[in-house]
């Protein structure tokens, strides 16, 4: 399957999941659930996605400018941050710090940069600025902070509420559980990669060389373990610790994504076109480069399935499965060496 370049995707699914509302998190194969309402989750993950895209639809406009508006309207004065809405529009949560902290600053911290418009550009500086005036003492979290962190501070070295964060990130994400084992978690639990671009990333935008190759080291030894037979075999939800080897089940698109972004960021960061294939890699996963050979979306609709089972995909075409298929097309689309 090596060698099959994505194509443009279609964001035909997602549109279906959207309502007035925001993006919604379930579906029943390909039948949205409203009963299960928002999360700033997945809202985030689909404004760094559509921020990604440089030719977007009116339609697709809105859905990004709806995302925004999602994300900043979970924003508590004290940083913290909503993540659950009910079908009605109503939170149904306290604000807290856990992942949907960490993922809505990279959500406005991305759009802070690469937004289409300057007014939400502008909206966004301000949302990331409300979201740092906390942080998380979760690993994830910071991880998913870092990359919003990150890619402000690059494009604005002066942004000190991103220096801030990334300062305090490098010390959480660069420590190793043992010296036989350089994760910075015991196990390997979910959206491991994101940890390793985050590394990458802190280096980069700090000018912390032995931090940038720290997160290198991090995405080395990941792919070591998350890659068998030529295919990636990633970490089922139950986790996974370097004697377990053998496939697990079941297996999450989101993982396959993770993967795709650390393995661009790293590509764009040495320009070592190994990286770029591991990118191609992961696309192919979705097109059945994976345990069981079998495809993880529909091609016609933009839907990625839910889950990789021991006898095949999980049918439902959630947002967070979408998203991650979508946004791995778009990084094998970008990292495509033959159009470089």
């Known amino acids: 399957m090596i060698g099959q370049v994505a194509r443009q995707p279609t964001f035909a699914h997602l549109k279906r999941l959207t309502t007035e509302i925001g993006l919604q998190e379930h579906a029943l194969f390909d039948e949205p659930r409203p009963e299960h309402g928002y999360c700033v989750d997945d809202v985030a993950r689909g404004l760094v996605l559509l921020c990604r895209e440089s030719d977007l ?5 809105a859905m990004l400018e709806l995302y925004l508006n999602f994300t900043l309207r979970a924003l508590s004065e ?11 529009g109503e939170w149904v949560d306290q604000p807290g710090r856990g992942d ?23 909206r966004a500086v301000e949302g990331f600025r409300i979201l740092a005036r906390t942080t998380s003492p979760d690993l994830k979290s910071l991880s998913f902070a870092s990359l919003g962190a990150g890619e402000l501070l690059l494009a604005h070295p002066e942004e000190s509420s991103a220096r801030r964060i990334l300062e305090h990130a490098r010390i959480r994400l660069t420590h190793s559980s043992s010296d036989s084992w350089i994760w910075p978690e015991k196990r390997l639990s979910y959206s491991n990669g ?17 931090t940038l190759e720290r997160g290198i080291s991090l995405l080395e030894f990941l792919l070591k373990i998350e890659t068998r037979s030529g295919h990636f075999s990633v970490t089922p939800t139950e986790g996974r610790e370097d004697d377990e080897g053998a496939m697990g089940f079941d297996q999450q ?4 994504a993770a993967i795709a972004d650390a ?45 990789l089972h021991d006898r095949g995909p999980n049918l439902n075409q959630g947002a967070e499965s979408t998203i991650s298929m979508l946004s791995t097309a778009q990084q094998a689309l970008r990292t495509d060496i033959s159009r470089l």
Not at 57 to 61: A, Q, Y
Not at 78 to 88: I, L, Q, V
Not at 194 to 210: F, H, K, M, N, Q
């Open 57 to 61: 639809d009116p339609t697709e406009l």
């Open 78 to 88: 004290d940083g913290s941050c909503h993540n659950r809405m009910d079908s009605s």
């Open 100 to 122: 949907w902290w960490g993922r809505a600053m990279w959500g406005v911290g991305f759009a802070a940069v690469h937004a289409p418009l300057e007014s939400q550009r502008t």
């Open 194 to 210: 994101s940890v390793a671009e985050a590394v990458i990333l802190i280096g980069w935008a700090l000018g912390d060389t032995p």
């Open 253 to 256: 698109p989101i993982e396959i």
């Open 263 to 307: 393995c661009a960021r790293a590509f764009q960061v040495t320009g070592d076109r190994r990286w770029a294939e591991e990118v191609e890699r992961a696309w192919s996963w979705f097109l059945g480069n994976n345990d069981i050979g079998v495809p993880m979306f529909d091609p016609e609709t933009g839907a990625g399935y839910d889950g």
